[in-house]
């Protein structure tokens, strides 16, 4: 018995199916070492190239004329009120319709298309979103906007919420409905106040998720909310966003305006990366708890 | 809201013990209740409609804004390859064509990587790391596409250009058809750079969602393999792969329709030529490259038009992409559930 396994072990057909495992194995870990390497490699770049542009004048200054030195003040601002107006306008439109999806029409026809619907809206490419507003914004306004930037992006946050809190809420044991049924309590206040408060964590998850992905947004800001070189408050005018003075200062021959751009990219990198480690710490502590 | 809370608990919790006038008081509650019921009920609906909405609206939109190039150029603005703003004469031929080749580069580079982490992850990766690991994947998708491009322009092409190209065009000089796909100057911009860009880019969305059905299939099938003595890469081979195809197979189209649509890693480094060339390194265009590059600039109904035409196109293949991918995915949950 033992002679036939060792017989058996040494045989030429075993010995490849050992070889074809070793090279998939070797394969595979070379593999993962390959994609870990670019996010080392991005991420080391960009903090190198970025950090030494970083001082107190990019957050106090504005964005400079060509071949002078400034800050990115005014992108900044202009990234922030349109990322806080577009979560204004996208979340709870988001949330209202996850909620259909989850709760009153689970079963219906109309929520399987909605669902669909979402999903490719979800992954559609951004510049054509920004396609659709400049058509239904820009181009009757007559004028580029900090408005059309800000539904622009809106428009990007509301399949994301949308989705986690149809997500989230499904997760919620439909006891806890049964039992606020059973007291008697209509089903819009079990929602509101049961079905939420279990869900709570998860659908802020799903709205800092939001934040993070319109935060790095550039395409669909390019034609709506254009670009401003001053301080600007004014939500009917063309409006500074942190994106696209990157795009702007990177593509320039200026050497000052391609450091402040790697230096935005960096804030940007920071900020996103920031708020999808908090978003999954959020989900993760309430898996372990 | 807060007198609302206590109003229904109190007329929730005394049930029928109660006298005329809290009767009255009682229903009248219970009126508001059904009430704010039927006014949330016909939100979250609207909301949901408002959805279905932005999609038709999206369509619209772009059909509308593309009707003067089309009704202008016909169909033959699919196969024109000229792009000429002087004499309004467009065509959508190379930028369709730089959207296939760099989406087809990124896909033959991203799938195979992406495959082999998802094996690594869920069978060969010591528990501790699997997270971690699934986790540093997963910021790589959550890097904003312009850092690729800052990236990619003034890093990652250089790169290419002295070093990575030149090695290329040497080594297949002489050999018939890489000649012509490799063929020089090098540039560092331009299809093969977008392409590689794009593959690190969607090797995120590959790998988790790999993982992701991996990791549905039960215990029990492999198992069973094992028990027979397949060694891991068979069990992989022939038993998890087969199981989760439909799944792969949609992550896959998922991450397809990513880098159809990607657009600001692209601009960056594509290098905004309307010409469709054989050589992987010259400068091309994509769909999407071409509107962030001119839509600002484009004077005149008709080039506006054109580009919008361009988005169209390009939406209408996502959407063709995306529905396949959604509705494999949706097919693996149905067996799985």
Known sequence: ?289 | MDSGERDVSEVVLKGSTVTATEAASRSAVLKRLRVTDKIFHGLTRTAALLVLALLSGVILSLVYGAAPALGTFGFGFLFDESWNPVTERFGALAPIYGTLITSAIAMLIAVPVGLLIAFFLTELCPPVLRRPIGIAIELLAGIPSIIYGIWGLFVFAPFMQQYVQPFFIDTFANVPLLSTLFAGPPYGIGMFTAGLILAIMVLPFVTSISRDVFDAVPPVLKEAAYGVGCTTWEVFRYVVLPFTRVGVIGGFMLGLGRALGETMAVTFVIGNAHHVSASLFAPGTTISASIANEFTEAVGDLYTSSLIALGLILFFITFVVLAIARYMLMRLQMRAG
């Open chain 1, 1 to 289: 018995m033992a002679d036939l396994s060792i017989a058996s072990a040494n045989s030429p057909l075993y010995a490849g199916r050992r070889r074809r495992n070793a090279i998939a194995k070797g394969l595979a870990l070379a593999a993962t070492i390959f994609g870990l390497g670019w996010l080392v490699l991005i991420l080391g770049i960009l903090v190198y190239k970025g950090i030494g542009g970083l001082s107190l004048s990019v957050f106090t200054e504005m964005t400079p004329p060509p071949g002078a030195a400034g800050g990115l003040l005014n992108a900044i601002a202009g990234s922030l009120i349109m990322t806080i107006l577009a979560v204004l306008i996208g979340t709870p439109i988001g949330i209202l319709a996850g909620t259909y999806l989850a709760e009153y029409g689970r079963h219906e026809k109309l929520s399987s298309v909605v669902r669909f619907i979402n999903d490719i809206l979800l992954s559609a490419p951004s510049i054509v979103i920004g396609l659709f507003i400049y058509e239904i914004m820009v181009a009757p306004m007559g004028h580029f906007s900090g408005w059309a930037g800000a539904v622009a992006l809106a428009v990007i946050v509301i399949p994301v919420v949308v989705r986690t809190t149809e997500d989230m809420l499904t997760l919620v044991p439909d006891t806890l409905r049964e039992a606020a049924a059973s007291i008697g309590l209509p089903r819009a206040h079990m929602i509101v106040r049961i079905a939420y408060r279990a869900a709570q964590a998860g659908i802020v998850t799903g709205i800092l998720l939001a934040v993070a992905r319109i935060s790095g947004e550039t395409a669909p800001l390019l034609f709506t909310a254009l670009n401003n070189q001053f301080w600007s408050m004014n939500m009917n005018a063309p409006m500074p966003s942190l994106p696209v003075v990157i795009f702007q200062f990177a593509l320039s021959p200026y050497e000052e305006w391609q450091k402040l751009a790697w230096t935005g990219a960096l804030l940007i990198t920071v900020t996103v990366l920031a708020l999808s480690i908090v978003a999954r710490s959020l989900t993760s502590a309430r898996k372990s708890s």
